[in-house]
């Protein structure tokens, strides 16, 4: 079993900048692919970006330049440093890993890529 715990949601003006952070436990070797995606209120899940075992990563364009995302395997640590934050921007927040991958690594990340999803942190941001 893989568990994930986010932290480092919060309220932010646009133009503001966070760093969310997903520690990961349990089971951890070999995970094919590390990801963020967020939810807006009526709207479906979407997958913003991802890193994978390669140490590849994936971004949807909609933050494409804005967020980066990074993977601490020393201490097991999952970061998405968010910057120019828009009103658009807010959503909860969910970190997610892949233990098993087929062959196609899509972009934008698709949800349906990972197995495990934390339960997510909130990121409200105010013009």
């Known amino acids: 079993q893989v568990q994930l715990v986010e932290s480092g949601g919060g309220s932010v003006q646009a133009g503001g900048s966070l760093r969310l952070s997903c520690k990961v436990s349990?089971?951890?070797?070999?995970?094919?692919?590390m990801a963020w995606s967020r939810q807006a209120p009526g709207k479906q899940r979407e997958g913003l970006a991802a890193v994978d075992s390669d140490d590849s990563t994936r971004y949807a364009n909609s933050v494409k330049g804005r967020f980066t995302i990074s993977m601490d395997s020393a201490n097991n640590n999952l970061y998405l440093q968010m910057k120019s934050l828009k009103p658009e921007d807010t959503a909860m927040y969910y970190c997610?890993?892949?233990?098993?991958?087929?062959?196609?690594?899509?972009?934008?990340?698709?949800?349906?890529?990972?197995?495990?999803w934390g339960q997510g942190t909130q990121v409200t941001v105010s013009s």
């Open positions: 997610a890993a892949a233990s098993t991958h087929g062959s196609s690594y899509y972009i934008p990340p698709r949800v349906t890529e990972y197995n495990y």
């Open positions: 349990g089971y951890t070797n070999n995970m094919k692919s």
